[in-house]
Nanobody, 112 residues
């Protein structure tokens, strides 16, 4: 019933920027919390950023100061603005709603 669709991924050079979007089929406020996770081959999914309905956020240490999580309630969309990208940021990124609903994932590759 609930659909989450990520977009905006691709290939960028180190130091570049990319903005991911997660379009939800219902209001993102209905979930209480939204988050981004990422996964690289051979590793478990890792937390990236979380946004609460209150507007509070938290970030993984590895992305603090570089990534920003935000939302646009009017268009049911969650965003992840990624700046100063590093090769270590290469991963499949997932949008998570309410801690239990997952998007299909989208590839982000940072390489020169």
């Amino acid at each position: 019933q609930v659909q989450l669709v990520e977009s905006g991924g691709g290939l960028v050079q180190p130091g570049g920027s990319l903005k991911l979007s997660c379009i939800t089929s219902v209001s993102i406020l209905s979930f209480g919390t939204m988050a981004w996770y990422r996964q690289t081959p051979g590793k478990e999914r890792a937390f990236v950023a979380r946004l609460f309905n209150s507007g509070a956020t938290n970030y993984a240490d590895s992305v603090k100061g570089r990534f920003t999580i935000s939302r646009d309630n009017a268009v049911n969309t969650l965003y992840l603005q990624m700046n100063s990208l590093r090769p270590e940021d290469t991963a499949v990124y997932y949008c998570i709603a309410g801690g239990s609903k997952w998007g299909q994932g989208i590839q982000v590759t940072v390489s020169s």
